[in-house]
């Protein structure tokens, strides 16, 4: 009787191991299964916190996940030419036509706008409030009253940063050597920020990045007029007839679908609004602004 009672409990728990087993088996596959979408982002959308509020709703609504990447838009750039993303969203519009021209994206398709400021202490010791980012750079140039915090990390602000200088008539090059005023942090916009606050400086930042960490800063915008602040945000997929490494056109199309909704673009405008008492992003699908 024992040896019966023995040889059952035996089957029973070969049986719960199988099945224990096909179980794992079947859920080891279907995270396997799902799909994943990588996408670099520019700093600024991600430290302001939008890619972590959208990211859940994309997930859900196309049984994907998605894997971000927070660089600077240089970086976003070098990363999908390598084929080591689907699709970028970055704010630095000559570069992005490149981009596009050299058959390396699909199609350049904006979906939101904010604007850059010239943000520094409120003591403002170099005397460039109310000036235009021209004359306000040209200033400090030819002034040396205090000091000025580069991202000079090739992202979107740094390209926007040259494009006043040139607008200033300067050579950047020069720029960058013109004295121990000139300072490069090479790091993304947040630390860029936390090190322009601890240094007393001026820096280029992005509204919405500004409003965010508005409340660990003493600095305040000092320049925030001139056609030339204007920062649009595009979403680009990855071209796999260029990049051949790249399989994920169909979402990433759906990612900028998405982006583009009149849903989403609801959203977008409202982010941060109830928090930060300003729109940090203004929705701009198919309608790109111009200054």
């Keep these: 009787m024992k040896k019966i009672i023995y040889c059952l409990l035996s089957i029973f728990l070969l049986l719960s191991l ?8 079947s859920e080891v596959k279907s995270l396997q299964a799902k799909p994943r979408l990588k996408v670099a982002t520019t700093t ?13 709703m994309f997930e859900e609504k196309y049984s994907v996940g998605l894997d971000i990447l927070s660089l600077g838009s240089g970086a976003c750039f070098e990363y999908a ?28 398709v904006p979906f939101a706008y904010n604007y850059f400021l010239i943000v520094g202490p409120a003591s403002d010791p170099a005397g460039i409030e109310g000036m235009s980012p021209e004359e306000a750079f040209k200033t400090l140039m030819e002034t040396g009253k205090g000091s000025f915090v580069s991202r000079g990390d090739n992202s979107g602000t740094h390209s926007k940063e040259k494009a006043i200088w040139t607008a200033a008539g300067y050579d950047y090059e020069t720029v960058r050597k013109a004295g121990a005023w000139y300072i490069e942090s090479g790091q993304g916009m947040g630390p860029t920020l936390l090190m322009t ?7 280029l930042a992005d509204m919405g990045t500004y409003l965010s960490y508005k409340s660990k800063l003493e600095l305040v915008p000092i320049v925030d007029k001139g ?11 990855v071209n796999p007839e260029k ?7 169909d979402m990433a199309k759906n990612l900028i679908s998405f982006l583009t909704s009149p849903e989403i673009q609801e959203l977008i405008g409202k982010y941060g609004v109830k928090e930060y008492g300003l729109q940090l992003f203004t929705p701009c699908a198919g309608a790109e602004p111009t200054q």
Excluded: M
């Design 197 to 203: 606050n601890e240094k007393q400086a001026y820096t």
């Design 81 to 108: 030419k390598r084929g080591d993303v689907d699709v970028i969203t970055i704010h630095d519009k000559a570069n992005e036509l490149k981009f596009i021209a050299d058959g390396y994206g699909v199609e350049r």
């Design 44 to 56: 600024s959308l991600y430290d302001t916190g939008l890619w972590g509020y959208l990211e859940p």
């Design 243 to 249: 990049v051949t490494t790249v399989k994920n056109l």
């Design 227 to 237: 056609s030339i602040l204007l920062n649009v945000y595009s979403v680009i997929a």
């Design 18 to 25: 199988v099945v224990s087993s096909v179980s794992c088996t």
